[in-house]
Nanobody, 112 residues
Framework: QVQLVESGGGLVQPGGSLRLSCAAS?????MGWYRQAPGKQRELVAT???????NYADSVKGRFTISRDNAKNTVYLQMNSLKPEDTAVYHC?????????WGQGTQVTVSS
């Protein structure tokens, strides 16, 4: 069983920054972030393998950066130049043993 603990959401003004963290209870090869806005389906934000391969949604390229601390089994999402359309619940993803494990979600609200 994989346990994920997320932190770092909150309220920020447009153009601002936030950093999300997700710590896993064990080593995970692929970790990442998805988000779900009200009335919309969950969508990919970014993923990163422990080897450094990354994948970003087009909507966040150049603004968001995903990074890993493999020693801490932790993935980070640095979000810059935030826009109101980035408002969503952000969920951490860990892929392990052929299964997807999800964090409880952290709210990110971008509003003036």
């Amino acid at each position: 069983q994989v346990q994920l603990v997320e932190s770092g959401g909150g309220l920020v003004q447009p153009g601002g920054s936030l950093r999300l963290s997700c710590a896993a209870s064990i080593f995970i090869w692929t970790m990442g972030w998805y988000r779900q806005a009200p009335g919309k389906q969950r969508e990919l934000v970014a993923t990163r393998t422990s080897g450094g391969r990354t994948n970003y949604a087009d909507s966040v390229k150049g603004r968001f950066t995903i990074s890993r601390d493999n020693a801490k089994n932790t993935v980070y999402l640095q979000m810059n130049s935030l826009k109101p359309e980035d408002t969503a619940v952000y969920h951490c993803l860990a892929q392990y043993g052929g299964l997807d494990y999800w964090g409880q979600g952290t709210q990110v609200t971008v509003s003036s």
